[in-house]
C-alpha cells in the first residue's frame, strides 16, 4: 500500500520552535548581560574612558602654582703642598682644608602665560566629550554584536533543524522507493535519484552543524561562556512599523544624534586645536617665580708648619621673586613644519567627518527601509510557507498515483523546508533592522532588548530536538 509522506518528523523538528524545552534557555536579554561582563570590547572602552577622563584635572594642573623642594649636603676635602724660595732659602708648607655645607630651597612657579597651556584646558572638555560618546557608541555596537551574534546562532539551529528533517524525511521516501521497485512499481532510476539526494542531504547536515558549532563559538567569544540554549521569537511575536514612520525623520535624527557621528565631529575639533596648540612654539612664555632657602656651611683651614686649625663658619638666608619671560627666535623651521603638519591632519579629519555623515545617513536610510521590507518578506514567506505544505501534499498525492515523479516529491519537500528557514531567518532579520536603524539614530537602549525579550519562547536545541525524535520514532516501533 502507497503511504503519503509522513509529517511527525517535521512537526517535531520544526515545530519545536514553539515547544518548551527541557531546561532554562537563555534569553537575549541574559546574553547581553554576560557580555556586559565578560566582553573585552567594552571593556577596553571603558579604561580608554577612565583614561581620558584624567585630562581634564592634568590641564587645570599645570595652570595651578607648582612647588618643589631641593637641597643638597656637600662634604669637601683638600690638601696639598706649596714649595717657594725665599731670599733666606727655601721654604715648604702643607694646606688641608675641609667643609661641609647643607642648603635647601622652596621654589614656586606660577604660569603667567603659556599658550600650549590655555589650548589644552580647552581641549581637555573635548576629549571628555569624545571619551564619553565612544564609551556609549561601544555599549550600543555590544547590543548590535549581541543581537547578531544570538540570531545567528538561532538561524544556525534552524538551518540544521531544517536539514535533518530533510533528511529523515528522503530517508523514508528512499525506503519507500526500495520497496516499490521491488514490487515492480517503479524504475531503478527513481531508487538511484532517492539515494543521491539522501547522500546530498547528510553531507548538508554535516555542514549544518559545524556551522552551527561556530556560530555557538562566536556567542562565547562575547559572554566569555558557553550558551547552550536560547530562546527564539514566537509566533505571535508583533512586526510594527518605524516611528516616526518617515525615512526623513530618521536621517535627521541620525545626523544629530548617532554616536560615531558625534566622536568624528569631536575628532574634527580636536585637530582644529591641535593647530593652535603646536603655534605655541611661535609665543612667548611668562612665569611668576618666587623661590626662599638657607645655606649653611662649616670650614677649616691649617696651613703648616701652623700648629692649629682656622675654623671658618658662615649661614644665610635667600628669598627671590621673578617674571621670568622667554620668547622663541629660530628653530630651524621645525615649529613651522609642525603647524603645517596639523593643518593637514585637520584637513583630514574634515574629510573623515565628511565620509561618516554620509555613511550614517547610508546606514540609516538601509536601515529603515530594511525594517519596512523585511516586515513584508515575513508575511510573504509565511504564505509560502503554506503554499509549500499544500504544494508537497498535491506532489505527493500525484506520486501516488503515478503522475508525479519521486524528483518532484524530493523537490517539494526540500521547497517547504527551505521556506520554513527563509521564514525564521526573515524574522531575525528583521529583529536586526529594528537595532540597527535605532543604533543608526542614536537611540539604541537596553530597553529595547528588554521589549524584543518579552516575545521570545523557550525551545530546545536541535540536538535536544533530535533525541525526543528519535525517541518517539523507537517508541511507536
Not at 101 to 109: A, K, Y
Not at 215 to 244: H, K, Q, W, Y
Not at 393 to 418: K, M, P, W, Y
Request: hydrophobic share 40%; net charge negative.
Amino acid at each position: 500500500m502507497k503511504k503519503a509522506i509522513n509529517f511527525r518528523t517535521l512537526l517535531i523538528m520544526l515545530c519545536a520552535l514553539a515547544v518548551p524545552g527541557v531546561g532554562h534557555s537563555a534569553s537575549l536579554l541574559e546574553v547581553y548581560q554576560q557580555a556586559l561582563q565578560s566582553d573585552p570590547r567594552i571593556h577596553e572602552a571603558e579604561a580608554r574612558r577612565l583614561a581620558a577622563l584624567e585630562a581634564e584635572p592634568q590641564a587645570r594642573g599645570v595652570l595651578l602654582p607648582q612647588i618643589n623642594f631641593g637641597g643638597d649636603w656637600t662634604k669637601f676635602d683638600s690638601s696639598g703642598t706649596s714649595t717657594r724660595e725665599g731670599s733666606t732659602g727655601i721654604f715648604t708648607s702643607s694646606t688641608e682644608f675641609r667643609s661641609e655645607t647643607t642648603r635647601w630651597q622652596f621654589t614656586l612657579r606660577q604660569t603667567l602665560f603659556r599658550w600650549d597651556q590655555i589650548v589644552n584646558l580647552r581641549r581637555a572638555d573635548k576629549i571628555v566629550a569624545k571619551a564619553e560618546a565612544d564609551r556609549e557608541a561601544a555599549q550600543q555596537d555590544l547590543v548590535v554584536r549581541v543581537g547578531q551574534t544570538y540570531f545567528n546562532v538561532l538561524g544556525a539551529e534552524d538551518r540544521l533543524t531544517s536539514l535533518h528533517a530533510n533528511r529523515q524525511a528522503i530517508a523514508r521516501q528512499l525506503e519507500q522507493a526500495k520497496q516499490r521497485f521491488e514490487v515492480g512499481l517503479i524504475a531503478i532510476t527513481d531508487v538511484q535519484e532517492s539515494q543521491a539526494a539522501y547522500d546530498q542531504a547528510v553531507a548538508d547536515e554535516i555542514g549544518a552543524k559545524r556551522s552551527l558549532a561556530t556560530s555557538r563559538e562566536f556567542l562565547r567569544e562575547i559572554t566569555g561562556e558557553f550558551v547552550g540554549t536560547l530562546s527564539a521569537p514566537g509566533d505571535e511575536f508583533p512586526m510594527r512599523v518605524p516611528n516616526p514612520a518617515s525615512q526623513t525623520a530618521w536621517v535627521d535624527l541620525a545626523l544629530g544624534q548617532n554616536l560615531t557621528l558625534i566622536s568624528s565631529r569631536l575628532d574634527e575639533k580636536l585637530a582644529r586645536d591641535e593647530i593652535s596648540f603646536r603655534r605655541n612654539g611661535r609665543y612667548p612664555t611668562i612665569d611668576l617665580v618666587a623661590s626662599t632657602g638657607e645655606s649653611d656651611s662649616t670650614g677649616d683651614l691649617r696651613v703648616a708648619p701652623a700648629p692649629a686649625f682656622t675654623t671658618a663658619d658662615s649661614d644665610g638666608k635667600s628669598n627671590s621673586i621673578s617674571i621670568q619671560f622667554s620668547m622663541p627666535l629660530f628653530a630651524g623651521g621645525y615649529n613651522t613644519s609642525r603647524v603645517r603638519e596639523a593643518v593637514y591632519l585637520h584637513r583630514a579629519a574634515r574629510e573623515q567627518l565628511q565620509r561618516i555623515t554620509r555613511e550614517t545617513e547610508r546606514q540609516t536610510r538601509d536601515a529603515y527601509l530594511g525594517v519596512l521590507s523585511e516586515k513584508s518578506r515575513v508575511e510573504a514567506l509565511q504564505q509560502a510557507v503554506a503554499s509549500s505544505r499544500t504544494a508537497l501534499e498535491a506532489t505527493q498525492a500525484g506520486f501516488d498515483v503515478g503522475t508525479r515523479t519521486i524528483v518532484d516529491v524530493l523537490n517539494s519537500q526540500f521547497s517547504l523546508f527551505r521556506s520554513i528557514t527563509l521564514f525564521y531567518q526573515s524574522r531575525y532579520d528583521y529583529l536586526m533592522n529594528v537595532l540597527r536603524l535605532k543604533q543608526a539614530a542614536g537611540n539604541l537602549q537596553i530597553q529595547d532588548l528588554e521589549e524584543i525579550d518579552q516575545w521570545l519562547k523557550e525551545r530546545p536545541t536541535p540536538e535536544q530536538a533530535i533525541a525526543e525524535e528519535e525517541a518517539a520514532a523507537a517508541a511507536s516501533e
